[in-house]
Each structure stands twice: as C-alpha cells, then as structure tokens.
C-alpha cells in the first residue's frame, strides 16, 4: 500500500507539472504571437521589428525543445518535424559554398560572373545564393514561425483550444483597430501606414492581408459554433451564438477591406469548414441529408467561387505580369535558384524595361513563382512535400478523427492553412511576419491535434484488444 500511494504521488506531480510547464508555454507563445500581430505586419522582409520578434522567438524555441526532448516522438511528429527540418534546411544550404562548377550551372550565372569580371570583382566563392547577407536574413526571419509550429506541437489539453481563440482575438482586435484609424485626423501617428491611402488595413500595411485574417477569423468563429451547437443541445447553454455573431461581424467587415480575393476566401473558408465538420455528423446522425445534397452545395460553390477567381485573374493583368516575368526569371537561373531574399534586385535587373515602373516590385504576387525564381528545384521538392503533407493532414481530419473535440481544432486550423496557400497564387500573406507566424502555429496546431487523435485510436484498439488476448 505505501508503494502504491507513492506511485500515485509521482503520477500526480508529473502531471501537475506537465500541466504547469503547458500552461507556461501557452503564455509565452501567447506573447509572441501578440508581439508579431502587433509588429509583423509589414511587407518589408527585414525591420528592426523583426529583430525584436526573432530574438523574442528564441525563449520559446528552447521552451518547447525542452518539452520536446521529453516526449516519444510518434510518426506523426516525425513528419512534422521533418517538414520543419526541410524549410531550414533550404535556406541552409544556399549558404554553403559550391563547388565552382555548380555554382555556375545555369543560363544567367556564367553571363553575371563576366559581368562581374569586367568590373574587376572575382568570384572567390559561389553558393547557391547569390546574395548570402539576404538569405541569411530569411533564414532568421523563420525564427517566430518556427517558434509557435514548436510550440503548438506540444500544448495539451485545452490550451489548444485556448491558442486558437487568442488567434480569434487578435483578429478581431486588428479590425477594431482599423475602425479606430477610421477616426482619426489625418498626419495622426497611429495612422501606420498610410502608403495606400486610408484604408482598413489595421495592423497590416496591405489591407489585402486584413482581409485574409478576417476570413480566418470567420472560419475560426463558424468551426467554435458548429462545435457550440453541438454541446448546447446535450448541455445547454447559449455561449455558442456569440461565435455566430463573431462569424458574421468577420463577414460584414470583409468588403471594407476593398479585397476581391478576400471575399472568395472567406466563402470557400466557409464550405470547406462546414462540410470538414459536418461529414462525420451526417454519418452519425439520424437526420442525415438528402442523398448528395451538401456534396453538390460544396462542388457548386467551389465552382462559382473558381469562376470567379478565373475573371478577377484576367482582370488584375499587373499580377499576371510579375508572377509570368518571375517565372522566366527563375528558368535562367535554374536549377539552383538566386537565394532566398533575392527578389527585389533580380527582378528589378533582369525584367523586361518596357514593364518598368517608378516604384520597387517587392513581391511576385504569386509566392510559388517567387519559390521557384529564389529556390529553384530544391525549393519546388520542398514545397510539394509540404503541400503533400497538407493533403495527408486534410484526409485525417475528414476521415478518420473521430473526436469532435480535436477535430473542430484541426478543421479550423487546415481550413485556415487552405485559405492561406490559396491566397498566394496572387498575393504574397506569408511574407509577412503576422502571417507568416500564424501559419506557423496553425500547422504546429493541426499535427498537434492529428497526433493526438491518431494516439487515441490506438488506445481505443488496444483496450478492445485486451479482453480478447485475456
């Protein structure tokens, strides 16, 4: 007997403890991810915000390894951090130096190395990168993404769902924000940036972002009601329908933001979190639709939404034309790429004189162009195995968690990711830090809850498998 009360004695500190490290962790991403929704929302790839940002990343970077080393790493977390290690790695080895002869491989390299010999600068090295100062300033630049992604991989409990609603927050507080600069004078120094003229930016610089996050926050708020709607009708309660009235109000503001993509996000955001937390209700329930109803409502609405998409693309010709140049950029300096952060003066040297303008071309306006231009090939097999990892989360949360508890995390989170990767075939959310960091956790969200889903499966196999090998 004093053996087994010890034993539950060291069984309740331990998890007196994981839960008080759990909770710590919570806070300090909390912070974090406060921090970059507060100085992250510039388009400008290195401020001294971001320094700030990337030195405040490190506490919670060494927090979660901490936890991290303590945990039995499943397959799951395997391919997490697996992702993780590749989106280093990338920019990793385009700092290393190359043998001479793949340093030069390419159409362009050999024509820039002349260029460069004429002006009486040798090469003494060649990488990868052809500006190693700005791809190592990317590199830092992953430090808060990377941060939260750790961070989330290790939360438990309800401090999952707790994060998610501080992601609601901020939203919301971002266009309460925007409402407040509405009001103000003009030449006021809370008017953050005023490059676009007044607008509904918040704490974006592009209101096109601002848009993006309220669509987000739209599809946060529905996935909370539909589980809120759930919980009333076997508890009661009437919590759920200020989600809804959140879910509205991120609807509402939408066309302030003066966004076309914004408006197509948020109703594919809409259908893709219903049906991925609706398909295992109409399975369970008894009031199960009418043959392929909601199937056909989801594929009609994906057709107007792509219909749509397709005529505003034919309209927005400037886009067209970076993303296009960007592409026949990143052929000559195939296949190793020009480095990560190499934007701004490749494009600006090598795009067609005719398309110049006054102002700087910072992004591509199409983040898989810019990939392919500042990473060539290695960067194209990292992202179609971060897309491929995406698809492989998106079948887990609609076909086989069972908890409803994990899934409307999961849903909300990938539903979010979606609308993200969606939004750069035009635009460029995850260049910036607020963004950037977002979709961090998210996807540290998202594995999180399919780990843990997966795990409880197992447990559920293992206790039915009991009686039998009794």
């Known amino acids: 007997m004093p053996a087994r009360r010890s034993s539950d004695?060291?069984?309740t500190r331990t998890r007196y403890l994981t839960t008080a490290s759990s909770r710590g962790l919570l806070l300090a991403m909390g912070l974090l991810l406060t921090l970059c929704w507060m100085l992250g929302g510039v388009t400008v790839d290195d401020t001294s915000a971001d320094e700030l940002l990337q030195l405040a990343a490190l506490p919670v970077i060494a927090w979660a390894t901490w936890r991290l080393s303590a945990e039995r790493i499943s397959r799951t977390m395997t391919m997490a951090l697996a992702l993780m290690a590749l989106l280093i790695a990338l920019p990793l080895w385009q700092l290393?130096?190359?043998?001479?002869?793949?340093?030069?491989?390419?159409?362009?390299?050999?024509?820039?190395a002349a260029d460069?010999?004429?002006?009486?600068?040798?090469?003494?090295?060649?990488?990868?990168?052809?500006?190693?100062?700005?791809?190592?300033r990317s590199l830092w630049s992953l430090l808060p993404a990377l941060a939260l992604f750790?961070?989330?991989?290790?939360?438990?409990g309800q401090a999952v769902r707790r994060i998610l609603q501080l992601v609601l927050g901020l939203v919301l507080a971002?266009?309460?924000?925007?409402?407040?600069?509405?009001?103000?004078?003009?030449?006021?120094?809370l008017l953050l940036y005023t490059s676009w003229g007044r607008n509904f930016g918040g704490v974006f610089v592009n209101p096109n972002h601002q848009g993006t996050a309220l669509a987000m926050g739209a599809v946060i708020a529905l996935a909370m009601f539909m589980d809120?709607?759930?919980?009333?009708?076997?508890?009661?309660?009437?919590?759920h329908w200020l989600y809804a009235a959140v879910c509205a109000s991120c609807f509402a503001m939408i066309p302030m933001v003066n966004g076309s993509a914004a408006v197509l996000l948020l109703l594919v955001g809409l259908v893709a979190v219903s049906v991925t937390l609706g398909v295992r209700d109409w399975k369970s329930s008894r009031r199960k639709p009418k043959g392929m109803v909601p199937v056909a409502a989801a594929i009609l609405m994906g057709m107007v939404v792509l219909s749509s998409a397709v005529a505003w693309q034919r309209v927005d010709q400037d886009r067209q034309i970076f993303a296009t140049t960007t592409v026949k950029i990143g052929k000559q300096f195939a296949p190793l790429g020009t480095g990560m952060g190499t934007f701004v003066p490749i494009y600006a040297q090598y795009q067609d004189l005719k398309q110049a303008r006054s102002e700087t071309i910072n992004h591509a306006h199409d983040e898989y162009a810019q990939w392919w231009l500042e990473g060539g090939v290695p960067a194209l097999l990292v992202l179609a195995a971060a897309l491929g990892l995406f698809g492989w989360t998106g079948w887990q949360v609609l076909a086989r968690m069972p908890s409803r508890r994990l899934r409307t995390v999961a849903a909300a989170s990938w539903t979010c990711l979606l609308l993200l990767l969606l939004h750069s075939v035009v635009d460029f959310p995850l260049r910036t830090t607020t963004l950037m960091a977002t979709a961090g956790l998210l996807a540290g969200?998202?594995?999180?809850?399919?780990?843990?889903?997966?795990?409880?499966?197992?447990d559920d196999q293992d206790r039915e498998a009991a009686p039998q090998r009794a």
């Open 96 to 112: 290393l130096p190359l043998p001479h002869a793949l340093g030069m491989a390419g159409a362009a390299r050999p024509d820039l």
């Open 116 to 136: 460069l010999a004429v002006a009486g600068v040798p090469i003494a090295k060649t990488h990868a990168s052809l500006s190693v100062l700005a791809t190592e």
């Open 445 to 458: 969200l998202l594995f999180n809850t399919v780990n843990a889903s997966r795990r409880e499966m197992d």
């Open 9 to 11: 004695r060291s069984s």
């Open 150 to 156: 750790l961070g989330a991989l290790m939360l438990r």
């Open 174 to 189: 971002s266009a309460a924000f925007a409402f407040y600069q509405l009001s103000l004078p003009d030449g006021s120094s």
């Open 228 to 239: 809120g709607r759930r919980r009333a009708r076997q508890h009661g309660g009437y919590r």
